[in-house]
Nanobody, 123 residues
Framework: QVQLVESGGGLVQPGGSLRLSCAASAFTLDRYAIGWFRQAPGKEREGVSCISTRDGMIYYTDSVKGRFTISRDNAKNTLDLQMNSLKPEDTAVYYC????????????????WGQGTQVTVSS
């Protein structure tokens, strides 16, 4: 059974850092387009960053460019998101997701989801 499990969320002060990790089981991440999404209360789920398997391209939403870095460890079969210079508006539940085709930043396109991990940025 395909499974994605996120970890690494928590409470951090503005300007701080967190590193999220997503562990995959029952499939290998390097054969899928994979990404991080987030959902704040009362808002739609939005794409944060994703990696395309076919061409290795990496995409970021504008609000996190220069602050967040996505990376994939094929040996460990994990997907990480390093988040620096965190802002209160980054507060959300963060999800990792995978799909069999090209990477997109639309949550509706993804087939496999983790349960999410809460990130709260507050002083």
């Amino acid at each position: 059974q395909v499974q994605l499990v996120e970890s690494g969320g928590g409470l951090v002060q503005p300007g701080g850092s967190l590193r999220l990790s997503c562990a995959a089981s029952a499939f290998t991440l390097d054969r899928y387009a994979i990404g991080w999404f987030r959902q704040a209360p009362g808002k739609e789920r939005e794409g944060v960053s994703c990696i395309s398997t076919r061409d290795g391209m990496i995409y970021y939403t504008d609000s996190v460019k220069g602050r967040f870095t996505i990376s994939r460890d094929n040996a460990k079969n994990t997907l990480d998101l390093q988040m620096n210079s965190l802002k209160p508006e980054d507060t959300a539940v963060y999800y990792c997701a995978a799909r069999a085709f090209r990477a997109t930043m639309s949550a509706h396109d993804y087939d496999y989801w983790g349960q999410g991990t809460q990130v709260t940025v507050s002083s």
